[in-house]
């Protein structure tokens, strides 16, 4: 029996939203309020959060919609497609007690897929928003979502993930977290 995913089982893995690539997905804006509301939803439920970004040198650092909401933490600096084969990435997940380590971000076919499928084979619960990753082409997203699915990541969108991080409408949180839920656009 699946252990059921929540805010105090998980962690979430921000990958690469950086520069102009960014700025090339397909709905952005709506891409960038799915990723930020799940990012003030793990603040506010206490959800670890990892931070990764690719090459910043070359592609820029994080797009300040979502930097912003990251304030008081640093970026682990990548140049594995793998977060996985990054050392101080490892250190991190060696570190978290988190069994569900929910993924967002860009590119879905080549960070985000290679990142899932690094996790995946450490034995880890891997969940993929599939409305809060994206690619510059959406052929390109639904190949890696399909791929993954077929790996045994769990598949999702953001209302579902943060409504299971909630547990309940009795929640604390549940009003804040419920007004990130109504901003979203899908």
Request: charged share 15%; hydrophobic share 45%; proline share 4%.
């Given at each position: 029996?699946?252990v059921?995913?929540?805010?105090?089982?998980?962690?979430?893995?921000?990958?690469?939203?950086?520069?102009?690539?960014?700025?090339?997905?397909?709905?952005?804006?709506?891409?960038?309020?799915?990723?930020?509301?799940?990012l003030?939803?793990?603040d506010?439920?206490?959800?670890?959060?990892?931070w990764?970004?690719?090459?910043?040198?070359?592609?820029?650092?994080?797009l300040p919609e979502?930097?912003?909401?990251?304030a008081?933490?640093?970026?682990?600096?990548?140049?594995?497609?793998?977060a996985?084969?990054?050392?101080?990435?490892?250190?991190c997940?060696s570190?978290?007690?988190?069994e569900?380590?929910?993924?967002?971000?860009?590119e879905a076919?080549?960070?985000?897929?290679?990142?899932?499928?690094?996790?995946l084979?450490?034995?880890?619960?891997?969940?993929?928003?599939v409305d809060a990753?994206?690619s510059?082409?959406?052929?390109?997203?639904q190949?890696?979502?399909?791929?993954l699915?077929?790996e045994?990541?769990?598949l999702?969108?953001?209302?579902?993930l943060?409504f299971?991080?909630l547990?309940?409408?009795?929640?604390p949180?549940?009003k804040?977290?419920?007004?990130?839920?109504?901003?979203?656009?899908?």
């Open positions: 029996m699946p059921r995913l929540n805010a105090h089982n998980s962690a979430l893995i921000l990958i690469d939203v950086q520069g102009k690539l960014a700025r090339m997905m397909p709905d952005v804006s709506g891409l960038l309020a799915r990723i930020g509301a799940l003030q939803a793990a506010k439920l206490g959800v670890p959060i990892i990764l970004e690719q090459n910043p040198q070359g592609l820029g650092a994080t979502l930097s912003a909401l990251l008081g933490r640093q970026p682990i600096i990548k140049q594995h497609f793998d996985c084969a990054e050392p101080e990435f490892h250190q997940l570190e978290l007690t988190a569900h380590l929910v993924v967002c971000g860009i076919h080549v960070c985000v897929y290679q990142t899932a499928m690094g996790l084979a450490l034995g880890k619960q891997v969940h993929v928003p990753v994206a510059r082409y959406d052929e390109a997203r190949l890696a979502v399909t791929r699915a077929q045994g990541a769990r999702s969108n953001s209302d579902m943060l299971e991080w547990g309940s409408a009795k929640h949180e549940f804040s977290v419920l007004e990130l839920i109504k901003g979203l656009s899908h």
